[in-house]
């Protein structure tokens, strides 16, 4: 190797770390891609999981509502029969 020209030392040299820097850059490319793409797999189920919440949520209120408009209509009906029979 000693033999060798400095010229040529330094361009197979410099070769070596364009390689080098190239294959670094690809895996990590290829890495970051994988990375957003489980990101963007994880939001969606986690965005669900607050989507159905906020239903489950509306409903659960929507049925309270319905429960007491319900309820006070009956207490309002008893009372009705209770001034009607005094």
Known sequence: ???IKIGTRLIVSLLAVIVFSTAIAVIGYTSIKSLAARGDVMYRRNTM???EMWSINTNIEK???IYLYIAFLQK???RRRVLMIS
């Open 63 to 65: 049925m309270r509502d």
């Open 1 to 3: 190797m000693f033999d």
């Open 49 to 51: 999981a607050i989507e």
């Open 76 to 78: 309002g009906i008893k």
